[in-house]
């Protein structure tokens, strides 16, 4: 064999022995960066998180005894609010005009998803329980995040839906791990502690300790309120479920004074029977006050679903009212009412603040957005509770400009679907009858009906352009999605 033969021998040999990678270049996803968000409301503007529509079948949310939420607390002649709806707190002066706002929206970070509690030191910094972000966040006075403390768990310093805090005068921290039924304690620094565990605690929620020290929390299951020595010793529990003057139907809040204990019911269940309870500090039955109100009106010193309270030096009791909701096992809610509400200290309506849950620019339930020519954003938003539905307009910078709730006054949208804009028309499926699609032009003005599609579309849900300008439309009819398409 010649040399030269050996050597060309050599390199196939090696081609076939040592594995040869092969790269493929590819390109890198573009990252997407948040430039704005669109439906937040006025810094003012108190809200609460609402369920309306979702897929519960395979148990995505841990629902049972968790909501509403609504933290409160009054410290230095302040009222502090939590927002679950978007992730903020509220700083409110005692004739409830809103002094400051801060947090942001988001996951992380000191991020707020669900603020559920909410205490503050006597150094005015403020500690923040968040269920969905399953941490507790210390923030100075001026809202500035100094401290993040836990993650999704089963673990010391993990948490399964934290939904209570209290701080005590030494800087010990409490926390109701709700779905882990237990209660974390942590050092001022964030260190774990240790746990208090009982066997009638199932579902810790609201909590408060007391000028003793002594850490009083409510069970929204076992509808008890407990009372706890900073060891960790049970020194008194109260209440059953039912009815009754001593019983509670969903307790979620307790706030306690110098001589009574206030426990707000969301009274959720049988009976349904929201109120505030008020006894004393050895669980004797004192006072009731507040009754369930009715969706179309609730009148003043009545709720739908109050899910917080606090308690100012006079003795005034202030709760949040945060809607409609179906049960305690079902965290599916309507925002019908949003209401702050001031009783005096014999329980008597003294004042109250609404904010509005149909306000302009509030996005209730957004399903789908759309862009038109000049950048102005449409977006279809439903309320199926009440079988309401609307689209919104919004500039390019997210400020709101119209809202167009149906094609004439007695023909308002109702299970609104998508929004579509073209060249010089908005295409909206609007849930009225014998009018599946209708057509808008650009300033919101009704044009006409797409009747020809009528008897093939009767429920049209989400619509696409295809190239050649025809609409796609996918139907909702009895939850099966069928394609059609039509001329637009």
């Not at 972000?133 to 673990?155: D, I, R």
């Not at 001022?188 to 199932?202: A, H, S, Y």
């Not at 306690?256 to 009976?271: E, F, I, N, W």
């Not at 300033?443 to 190239?467: H, N, V, W």
Request: aromatic content about 12%; proline content about 5%; charged content about 25%.
């Amino acid at each position: 064999m010649s040399l030269k033969k050996l050597f060309l021998v050599t390199i196939l040999l090696s081609l076939i022995l040592v594995p040869v990678k092969f790269t493929k270049t590819v390109a890198e996803e573009p990252k997407l960066t948040q430039v704005g968000v669109i439906g937040i409301m006025p810094e003012d503007y108190i809200g609460s998180f609402t369920l309306e529509w979702a897929n519960t079948v395979e148990g995505d949310f841990h629902s049972e005894y968790s909501f509403p939420m609504q933290g409160m607390k009054f410290k230095n002649g302040k009222l502090y609010v939590s927002d679950t709806a978007y992730g903020r707190i509220h700083i409110l002066d005692k004739e409830l005009n809103n002094l400051k706002t801060f947090g942001e929206l988001g996951y992380g970070n000191g991020k707020l998803q669900y603020p559920a509690d909410i205490d503050v030191d006597d150094n005015g910094n403020i500690y923040v329980a968040d269920f969905f972000n399953n941490y507790f966040v210390k923030f100075s006075p001026e809202g500035e995040p100094l401290l993040v403390v836990g993650t999704e768990g089963f673990e010391n310093g993990q948490f399964m839906g934290p939904s209570g805090i209290a701080v005590a005068k030494d800087g010990t921290i409490y926390v109701s791990d709700q779905l882990n039924k237990r209660i974390q304690v942590f050092d001022k620094d964030g260190n774990f502690v240790k746990l208090i565990t009982n066997d009638e605690l199932t579902n810790p929620e609201g909590m408060t300790v007391d000028k003793d020290g002594n850490l009083w929390v409510v069970d929204a299951k076992n509808c008890k309120v407990f009372e706890f020595d900073k060891d960790g010793n049970l020194l008194l529990s109260f209440g059953e479920q039912g009815g009754g003057d001593n019983q509670f139907v969903y307790p979620f809040d307790v706030v306690v004074t110098d001589d009574a204990v206030y426990v707000v019911d969301r009274g959720l269940g049988s009976p349904v029977n929201p109120s505030i309870k008020k006894f004393d500090k050895t669980g004797k039955f004192l006072l009731k006050f507040g009754e369930k109100g009715e969706r179309a009106k609730v009148k003043n010193g009545q709720f739908l679903t109050p899910a917080g309270i606090a308690v100012d030096n006079e003795g005034n009791v202030y709760t949040f009212d945060a809607g409609y909701f179906h049960g305690p096992g079902n965290p599916f809610g309507y925002p019908a009412v949003q209401r702050l509400t001031v009783f005096n200290p014999d329980g008597t309506f003294k004042a109250k603040k609404d904010y509005d849950p149909h306000a302009d620019g509030r996005l209730i339930n957004p399903i789908s957005v759309s862009i038109d020519k000049s950048g102005n954003i449409w977006v279809a938003s439903w309320a199926n509770f009440a079988d309401y539905g609307e689209v919104l307009v919004f500039n390019s910078e997210g400020k709101f400009l119209k809202k167009i709730t149906g094609i004439s006054e007695d023909k308002p949208f109702a299970a609104i679907g998508g929004v579509l804009c073209g060249k010089n028309e908005v295409y909206v499926a609007s849930g009225i009858e014998n009018a599946p699609i209708a057509v808008f032009d650009l300033q919101g003005k009704f044009k006409k009906i797409l009747d020809k599609c009528a008897d093939e579309i009767t429920s049209p849900y989400q619509m696409k352009f295809d190239r050649k300008g025809r609409i796609w439309v996918v139907s909702r009819d009895y939850m099966v999605y069928a394609v059609s398409k039509i001329d637009g």
